[in-house]
């Protein structure tokens, strides 16, 4: 189980409740501060003096006041007006994702929601009953109001879930899990639900992860390339990049020679060239920079995942509200523009790679597109062929979704992040990415059976080993693709993630 206290969630336990469904609790220690914003609302509502989004409209409508016997079912209307999300549900993991998150910001005790309440979207997120949330519709201000929306009307026992793998109704859901919904929503109770980033958060921080795992793998496949191709290991002598500083491109340097070593494939400058091509000799810069870029978005990531982010914010301490603008998801859409550039050029240096070994006029020797019997056979020839296809699609992804902005609510919130569009692209291009290092694997290693020149290094022949045991020296044209998807398939399931699993 782990503990939100509102204020250490880190990525590797959101991954932990994502994907491998472990239970959570709310701290102890949050309790006392839930419960003193709760009563904070309640004397609010009591004293009647307008508050934004306690007793007041919403946007453009708060100006509006709001009657006291009111104040529960504008909440709840809130939710069913705001759940406008389109396109296909998020996958569950996503959306545990953003329950847990919530959770864990509503924890901090500046929002104005009840224990029950928390105690509840808790339940639901522990008996793995997960709402159905749709992926398009949040601008990525004011929070992912559409989004978070789907996410909370199960609390009240409305929309939709998915229970043992199949979707439901949520009354239906929570029936056959045995959880009663909310009979109602205290007053802000469902602004502090929706108005938040955590959809952006969830969706940037699953790609987030998966980033920093092909960073590694990228590591992996150039170096059963640089095998391949008999490449120079000194480019990747420590002290060349301990010179120039970047922990990135030193950690990339080092990483590869642990993967190669006792590499008998390995050559120095002179012995058969004088230097490498830069896929190969700059891959630490390049790879490092990846690194160094994908640990910045990290910081950002755990910032925002221990953060207030809705509004209006309470301070029960001196009994301040404040309504400002913590929704606003600039800082996160900056954070996953830079994630998907990043990370796609990782695939765009090992298509130059791939073209290296295919390319009879590069590969030094190999044979033409890696065929035992070229003319008739094409071997790999469309690998890189469709892995720059691929390439050449992330180049479009990577167009900044953090420069455009859109007015809305009759001009009053006049200026929006488009951060969920931005960690939605960045997890297309994490998956376009994943795709390209699978075809440099499946290539590297029928090159390396093409030139058998000596022994492979301990964690490239592991490498090599496993990929093997699934996927055959090509000695003759086949569908190619079942072998692509498969390789893809083996990188996803992690199959490589003990190779440098020490390393995250």
Same mark, same amino acid.
């Given at each position: 189980?782990?503990?939100?206290?509102?204020?250490?969630l880190?990525l590797?336990?959101?991954?932990?409740?994502?994907?491998?469904?472990?239970?959570v609790?709310?701290?102890?220690?949050?309790l006392?501060r839930?419960?003193?914003?709760?009563?904070?609302?309640?004397a609010?509502?009591?004293?009647g003096?307008?508050?934004y989004g306690?007793?007041t409209?919403?946007?453009?409508l708060?100006?509006v006041? %709001?009657?006291?016997?009111?104040?529960?079912?504008l909440q @709840? @209307?809130?939710?069913?007006?705001?759940?406008?999300?389109?396109g296909?549900?998020?996958?569950?993991e996503?959306?545990r994702a953003?329950m847990?998150?919530?959770i864990?910001?509503?924890?901090?005790?500046?929002?104005?929601?009840?224990v029950?309440?928390l105690?509840?979207?808790?339940e639901?997120l522990n008996?793995?009953?997960?709402?159905?949330?749709f992926e398009q519709? /949040?601008?990525?201000?004011?929070?992912?109001? $559409?989004l978070?929306?789907?996410?909370?009307?199960?609390?009240?026992g409305l929309?939709e879930?998915?229970?043992?793998? #199949?979707?439901?109704?949520?009354?239906?859901?929570l029936?056959?899990?045995?959880? =009663?919904p909310?009979?109602t929503?205290?007053?802000?109770?469902?602004?502090?639900?929706?108005?938040?980033?955590?959809?952006?958060?969830?969706?940037?921080?699953? $790609?987030?992860?998966?980033?920093?795992?092909?960073y590694h793998a990228?590591?992996?496949?150039?170096s059963l390339?640089?095998?391949?191709?008999q490449?120079?290991?000194?480019a990747?002598?420590?002290?060349?990049?301990?010179l120039?500083?970047? =922990?990135?491109q030193?950690?990339?340097?080092e990483e590869?020679?642990?993967?190669?070593?006792?590499?008998?494939?390995?050559t120095h400058?002179?012995?058969?060239?004088?230097?490498?091509?830069?896929?190969?000799r700059c891959?630490?810069?390049?790879?490092?920079?990846?690194?160094d870029?994908?640990?910045r978005?990290k910081a950002?990531?755990?910032?925002?995942l221990? $953060? #207030?982010?809705?509004n209006p914010?309470?301070?029960?301490e001196?009994?301040?509200?404040?309504?400002?603008?913590?929704?606003?998801? =600039?800082?996160?859409?900056f954070?996953f523009?830079?994630?998907? %550039?990043?990370v /796609?050029?990782?695939?765009?240096?090992?298509?130059?790679?791939i073209?290296?070994m295919v390319?009879?006029?590069?590969?030094?020797?190999?044979?033409?597109?890696?065929? @035992?019997?070229?003319g008739i056979?094409?071997?790999?020839m %469309?690998?890189q062929?469709?892995?720059?296809?691929?390439?050449?699609?992330?180049?479009?992804?990577?167009h900044?979704?953090?420069v455009?902005? %859109?007015?809305?609510?009759g001009n009053?919130?006049?200026?929006?992040s488009?951060?969920t569009?931005?960690?939605?692209?960045?997890?297309t291009?994490v998956?376009?990415v994943?795709?390209?290092?699978?075809? =440099?694997?499946?290539?590297?290693?029928?090159?390396?059976?093409?030139?058998? @020149?000596?022994?492979?290094?301990?964690?490239?022949?592991?490498?090599?080993?496993?990929l093997?045991a699934?996927v055959?020296?090509?000695?003759?044209?086949?569908?190619m693709?079942?072998h692509?998807?498969?390789?893809?398939?083996?990188?996803?399931?992690?199959?490589?993630?003990?190779?440098?699993?020490e390393s995250?």
């Amino acid at each position: 189980m782990i503990v939100l206290t509102g204020n250490r969630l880190t990525l590797e336990q959101l991954i932990a409740i994502a994907r491998r469904r472990e239970t959570v609790a709310i701290a102890d220690a949050a309790l006392s501060r839930i419960e003193a914003s709760a009563k904070m609302v309640e004397a609010i509502v009591a004293d009647g003096k307008p508050v934004y989004g306690i007793n007041t409209g919403f946007g453009k409508l708060s100006d509006v006041r %709001i009657d006291k016997s009111a104040v529960s079912e504008l909440q @709840k @209307k809130l939710l069913l007006s705001h759940a406008c999300g389109m396109g296909d549900p998020l996958p569950e993991e996503t959306v545990r994702a953003m329950m847990a998150s919530r959770i864990n910001a509503l924890a901090k005790g500046h929002s104005g929601v009840r224990v029950q309440t928390l105690n509840k979207l808790a339940e639901l997120l522990n008996a793995d009953l997960v709402p159905v949330v749709f992926e398009q519709g /949040s601008l990525g201000a004011s929070g992912d109001l $559409a989004l978070l929306s789907s996410m909370a009307l199960p609390l009240l026992g409305l929309g939709e879930v998915f229970y043992q793998n #199949v979707r439901m109704p949520a009354s239906e859901g929570l029936s056959k899990a045995g959880i =009663e919904p909310l009979m109602t929503l205290a007053a802000k109770e469902g602004l502090a639900l929706i108005n938040g980033t955590q959809a952006m958060n969830a969706i940037g921080a699953l $790609a987030l992860y998966d980033a920093i795992d092909l960073y590694h793998a990228a590591n992996l496949t150039l170096s059963l390339t640089l095998e391949a191709l008999q490449g120079i290991a000194d480019a990747f002598d420590p002290d060349i990049h301990r010179l120039r500083g970047h =922990e990135g491109q030193i950690r990339a340097a080092e990483e590869v020679l642990r993967f190669t070593e006792g590499s008998a494939r390995l050559t120095h400058q002179g012995e058969i060239r004088v230097q490498d091509a830069y896929s190969l000799r700059c891959a630490p810069q390049v790879h490092g920079a990846v690194l160094d870029t994908l640990l910045r978005c990290k910081a950002s990531v755990e910032t925002e995942l221990n $953060a #207030v982010t809705d509004n209006p914010i309470l301070f029960p301490e001196d009994g301040r509200v404040i309504s400002a603008g913590n929704f606003h998801g =600039e800082l996160l859409a900056f954070a996953f523009d830079f994630l998907a %550039i990043a990370v /796609s050029e990782l695939a765009n240096i090992a298509e130059r790679r791939i073209e290296r070994m295919v390319n009879p006029q590069l590969s030094g020797g190999l044979p033409a597109f890696l065929a @035992k019997c070229s003319g008739i056979n094409s071997g790999f020839m %469309i690998v890189q062929y469709a892995a720059a296809s691929i390439v050449s699609e992330n180049k479009v992804l990577c167009h900044p979704a953090s420069v455009d902005s %859109i007015p809305s609510s009759g001009n009053q919130e006049d200026h929006v992040s488009m951060g969920t569009m931005s960690a939605r692209k960045a997890r297309t291009v994490v998956d376009n990415v994943r795709k390209v290092l699978a075809m =440099e694997w499946m290539t590297a290693c029928q090159a390396i059976d093409c030139a058998p @020149k000596g022994a492979l290094g301990t964690a490239t022949k592991t490498a090599y080993d496993i990929l093997r045991a699934h996927v055959p020296f090509i000695a003759e044209d086949e569908m190619m693709y079942v072998h692509l998807h498969k390789s893809e398939a083996l990188l996803k399931e992690d199959a490589l993630s003990g190779l440098w699993s020490e390393s995250r």
